[in-house]
Nanobody, 122 residues
């Protein structure tokens, strides 16, 4: 059974840093792409970053480029999102998801974690 579990969320001040973790199980890690999405209150879910273990492709949403870094520990089946210089507009529930390739369309990601909440105070 494919499972994903996010952790690392919390409350931080603007300018602070957090690292999110996505631990996966139940599927061959190399056959998938892992994406990070977020959903702020009253807004639609949007793509944040993605890393593909099929072709090596990495994507970042424009507003997080230079601030967020996606990485992986393949031996632990884990993907990380290192977030620095956090801003109040980064406040959202963050989800990791698995799909066949990296693209910022959540409908194309069949498998999702439960989410972890990030609150950035001003």
């Amino acid at each position: 059974e494919v499972q994903l579990a996010e952790s690392g969320g919390g409350l931080v001040q603007a300018g602070g840093s957090l690292r999110l973790s996505c631990v996966t199980s139940g599927f061959p890690f190399g056959d998938y792409a892992i994406g990070w999405f977020r959903q702020a209150t009253g807004e639609e879910r949007e793509g944040v970053s993605c890393i593909s273990f099929i072709d090596g492709k990495i994507l970042y949403e424009d507003s997080v480029k230079g601030r967020f870094t996606i990485s992986s520990d393949n031996a632990r089946n884990t993907v990380y999102l290192q977030m620095t210089n956090l801003k109040p507009e980064d406040t959202a529930v963050y989800y990791c998801a698995a799909a066949d390739f990296c693209i910022f369309q959540d409908a194309l990601f069949p498998y999702w974690g439960q989410g972890t909440r990030i609150t950035v105070s001003s």
